[in-house]
């Protein structure tokens, strides 16, 4: 840790700097939730000395208080940690993770300055992380690229219609409720396009665009940001954890089967079965609830979500009034309600991508609030237990 957080004396060595590589470690995806996505790291390494150490970023604690719900508002810390590379290769091989090695084609005074940062920030470690803005992957940028002779330039072909989204779906394709989840989460703004510097929050599209990098400096001089890229820890076997057998699309088609099978059995027997509205109602509106919550999140991209239309929380403020109104053989004015927040859910299809089997999901209710009306128009009044 010498090497790190008292950089001043042996830096200033200019044999040191010369012996001394500053890289860019891109670590491919494994299993564990949080790891999807990939993962980056600076490597600090002396040549002579042996000294090796890895900065990481993405440090975070599980054990925080209310851990889950900072998390949900967007009030998460994470801290900048540094422990030596040899704990690192250890830790990705036992995840089968594949890392990418960058070398940065920097002059010594530069490698100076970002190891006098790095030193800096191991002071006060602690950051407020925002997935898409500021995590791990655009800490480690920006400690590199802010403490250069000159401007970098990116001359990678990104997809310039890239969303936030499109770009997480590339990586949680094979974890269904993960991608619902995240989905379900992310409103309408994640389906804008995005800009070269917002889709380095990934960390595969930041070692992309460094690959072909340029530094141009005040005299016009241009040099390559990267001088080698090597993979120093080769991808190994991963484990899969099993997974909810169904899909999300799934589960909400049986749901639509059941839906259209209560409502046939309501049709033949002349009763309307409130007991399954109520336990429809209630689950709904808890899901309304957390969408709700996003309202007032730090999370970027997620307060102006179309999907509050068709889940919000007024079926669970308004379960019990709708029972007990059907007991009594009358219709309630929610169902009407709910009908027309379909319909311009489904409009709103247009305008953001819905997480999978929402558009089941709308049209399922959409069906059930249109047989509500037409019931109570065919047999007002028509009580809802079995008459003897």
């Known amino acids: 840790m010498v090497f790190l957080v008292q950089p001043t004396r042996a830096q200033s060595d200019a044999d040191t ?42 440090v975070f604690d599980f054990a925080q208080p209310h851990f889950v719900t900072r998390f949900v508002f967007g009030l998460t ?20 993770s594949s890392v990418t090695q ?31 803005y500021d995590n791990c992957t655009t800490r ?27 770009m997480t779906h590339k990586y949680n394709e094979h974890h269904p409720w993960a991608r619902f989840g995240n989905d379900m989460l992310l409103g309408w703004e994640a389906d804008l396009s995005t800009t070269v510097s917002e889709r380095q929050f990934l960390p595969s599209q930041l070692m992309d665009d460094f690959a072909t990098a340029t530094i141009t400096d005040s005299s016009g001089t241009t040099r390559p940001l990267v001088s080698r890229t090597e993979t120093i820890i080769p991808g190994g076997i991963q484990v899969t954890e099993s997974e909810f057998p169904l899909s999300p699309l799934t589960c909400f088609i049986i749901l639509a089967v059941i839906i259209l099978a209560v409502c046939a059995t309501e049709w033949w027997l002349h009763r309307v079965f409130w007991g399954f509205d109520l336990l429809l109602m209630v689950v709904a509106g808890f899901a309304g609830v957390v969408l709700t919550l996003m309202l007032f999140s730090h999370h970027p991209a997620v307060r102006l979500n179309l999907q509050l239309l068709l889940l919000n929380p007024l079926p669970l403020i308004l379960a019990i009034p709708v029972a007990l109104r059907a007991r009594r053989g009358k219709s309630h ?5 709910w009908a027309v927040l379909a319909v311009v859910f489904l409009f709103g299809r247009f305008f953001q991508h819905y997480a999978e089997g929402m558009t089941v999901l709308a049209l399922s209710l959409l069906v059930r609030c249109i047989w509500h009306s037409l019931h109570q128009s065919r047999h007002p009044g028509t009580p809802l237990r079995d008459k003897k």
């Not at 939730?33 to 002579?48: P, V």
């Not at 005074?109 to 002071?123: G, V």
């Not at 920006?142 to 499109?166: E, I, K, P, Q």
């Open 17 to 58: 700097l010369d012996s001394l590589e500053i890289s860019l470690l891109t670590c491919s995806p494994h299993e564990a939730i949080y790891s999807l996505y990939g993962h980056t790291a600076i490597r600090c390494r002396n040549t002579i000395t042996g000294e090796d150490i890895v900065v990481n970023y993405g």
């Open 77 to 96: 810390d994470y801290s900048m940690g540094a422990y030596s590379f040899a704990n690192f290769e250890m830790e990705y091989k036992y995840y089968g």
């Open 102 to 132: 960058q070398v940065l084609n920097i002059s010594n005074e530069e490698k100076s300055r970002i190891m006098e940062a790095l030193a800096r920030n191991s002071l006060n470690p602690i950051y407020r992380y925002n997935f898409f």
């Open 140 to 166: 480690a940028r920006d400690m590199l690229t802010m403490h250069l002779d000159g401007t970098v330039n990116y001359h990678s072909r990104g997809d310039s219609t890239a969303t936030f989204r499109s």
């Open 333 to 337: 004015w929610w169902w009407k309600a």
